[in-house]
């Protein structure tokens, strides 16, 4: 499998985490889309939604959407429940963080980090994406004060989703001491079984 991504972005870790963790060979293809590649003819022809990560089975097909990669590579193991109740709370978790997290603490984060949109970050822009990003987090806060992983007892691709943009909250500007039971779990997703940073690719 090859899954195109890039290495600084949460999105595309967010897989490659997964993979690390199912102790699964792939293969990374730096894809940027602050260089251009993801609107090129020739990667809108695999995604045209022209964003990354993006999944390429080995049969040639492709799935797009970092929470729907995961739930596809996740399927069939303990990152992704069969009971129909338990799978649809790792679903709800995953709506959550596409409509409530990622478009907060993503897109502070993104402001911050890049340059080239700094001229976006308007005082009043990022004041309600720091409002709105501890509202997801105090969210985060409430489940794991009374689960230790956001679906229940066992950790499954909702935690791998979330942890993606939860662990560089930080660096978004959000204060992670006021979200205790929150800074727990990231701790114990750092501890599961074949855990690697955002950094880590594959040696192809
Ligand atoms: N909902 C998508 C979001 C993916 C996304 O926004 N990817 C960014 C990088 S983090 C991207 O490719 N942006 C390029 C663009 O918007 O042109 C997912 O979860 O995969």
Redesign the pocket.
């Given at each position: 499998m090859r899954i195109y991504?890039?290495l600084d972005?949460?999105?595309?870790y967010?897989p490659r985490l997964l993979m690390a963790l199912l102790g699964r060979p792939f293969e990374h293809v730096e894809?940027s889309?602050?260089d251009g590649t993801?609107?090129t003819p020739g990667y809108l022809a695999k995604n045209p939604?022209?964003?990354?990560?993006l999944l390429e089975l080995d049969d040639g097909r492709f799935i797009?959407?970092?929470?729907?990669?995961l739930l596809y590579l996740g399927e069939g193991t303990r990152y992704v429940p069969a009971d129909p109740h338990d799978r649809a709370v790792v679903h709800q978790w995953l709506f959550f963080?596409?409509y409530s997290h990622?478009p907060n603490i993503?897109v502070r984060r993104?402001l911050i980090v890049y340059p080239e949109r700094a001229h976006l970050a308007t005082p009043e822009r990022m004041a309600g994406l720091l409002e709105a990003g501890n509202k997801a987090l105090a969210v985060m806060e409430t489940q794991l004060a009374k689960t230790p992983w956001l679906a229940g007892a066992a950790p499954s691709v909702a935690d791998v989703?979330l942890f993606a943009y939860t662990q560089d909250a930080g660096l978004a500007g959000y204060d992670l001491n006021a979200f205790p039971h929150v800074a727990g779990w990231l701790d114990r997703v750092r501890l599961l079984d074949g855990f690697r940073g955002m950094d880590w690719q594959p040696t192809n």
């Open positions: 991504g890039m972005s949460g999105n595309c967010k894809t889309s602050r993801t609107r939604i022209g964003k990354v990560p797009a959407e970092s929470n729907a990669i963080e596409q990622e993503a993104s989703a």
